[in-house]
């Protein structure tokens, strides 16, 4: 056979598309934050990324890369509701010639309201979000990061599903802490064969309190104990950053690398990155 061929075979079945997916219990810990950032990490390493934006009832990440309208040919909700097929118009470029999007819309254009698009996506997603992997493995994609909605949505499901990597992420609250637990009992145990998960604190008071830091580190220990302890792996505790917060405002969500939370994410995307290698190598010695 031709040398070129045997190129093309070769690089076709080496091709490999790795799926990080952030999800939490609750609204407004930091996914849409952190998503953005491991995925604007990850391409500015030299990975062909997308960054999918799930949460279709308060989509950000449009607004987060200041994309236009005109610029959005299709949405992830065409995709999800099998309007469309996936296809390369669906993906729109940023600054980074290595990372793109997928972006999300709350206003319903089929004349039914949010409620009952958002019920069609609950039943198509899963068979959605596999054409997706595909697409995206031959066109030639390493990553593929899903910025979820909180909660029980059957498409953050369904992405938590198929992912080799899913990052939980919960505020440092009671309430945030014990519906984590639920969650990761009801679904991410379930889901544990073959892929990883991970769970960060993220928004800590900057000055945290003896007594509070013992407890955080309670909930922690608590949340790798209900599980095997190559099960989960617990990431980092990140602080709420006022620099950061100031940056939002002008809707700058990616983290300046003179920032403490940039060197933070660097070692995250380390960790879930080397994670997901040695899971995979793992699979093919097997
Ligand atoms: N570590 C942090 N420091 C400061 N602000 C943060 C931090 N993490 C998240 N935020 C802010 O908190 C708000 C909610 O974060 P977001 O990522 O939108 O949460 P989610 O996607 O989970 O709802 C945003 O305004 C974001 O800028
Ligand atoms: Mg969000």
């Known amino acids: 056979m031709e040398q070129s061929i045997l190129d093309e075979i070769e690089a076709r079945t080496s091709a490999r598309l790795d799926i990080i997916v952030l999800h939490s219990q609750k609204g407004g810990p ?10 604007h990490e990850l391409a500015k390493r030299g ?11 308060q989509p950000a990440i449009q607004y987060i890369f200041h994309i ?5 040919k299709f949405t992830i909700n065409d995709i999800l509701l099998g309007k469309t097929k996936v296809k390369e118009e669906v993906l729109i470029e940023t600054k980074n010639s290595n990372l793109f ?4 819309k709350e206003n319903v254009e089929y004349g039914e309201g949010l409620l009952s698009l958002i019920e069609g996506i609950q039943e198509f997603s899963f068979f959605a979000l596999h054409e997706m992997t595909k697409f995206l493995l031959r066109l030639g994609f390493r990553y593929v990061i899903y910025d ?7 498409e953050s499901v369904n992405a938590a599903a198929i992912a080799d990597a899913r990052v939980f992420v919960v505020r440092p609250s009671t309430f945030s802490f014990e519906g984590a637990k ?7 145990k379930k889901l544990d064969i073959r892929s990883l998960n991970f769970f960060i604190f993220n928004q800590l008071p900057p000055e945290l309190k003896d007594d509070n830091k013992k407890l ?3 909930w922690r220990d608590e949340i790798i104990d209900m599980y095997l302890p190559e099960k989960i792996s617990f990431l980092d505790f990140l602080p709420l950053s006022l620099d950061i917060m100031e940056l939002g405002i002008k809707g700058e969500y990616i983290f300046p690398e003179s920032d403490n939370l940039y060197t933070k994410l660097t070692k995250i995307v380390d960790t879930i990155t080397e994670n997901i290698d ?7 010695e097997k």
């Open 30 to 39: 930091g996914k849409t934050t952190l998503a953005c950032n491991i995925a």
């Open 47 to 57: 990975n062909k990324t997308v960054l999918i934006d799930l949460d279709i009832a």
């Open 68 to 72: 236009p309208d005109e610029d959005i």
């Open 101 to 104: 999007l997928m972006v999300a």
């Open 148 to 154: 979820c909605a909180p909660g029980y949505r059957m």
């Open 182 to 188: 639920m969650m990761l009992n009801d679904i991410y």
């Open 216 to 218: 955080l580190e309670e």
């Open 278 to 284: 040695r899971m995979k190598k793992m699979k093919v």
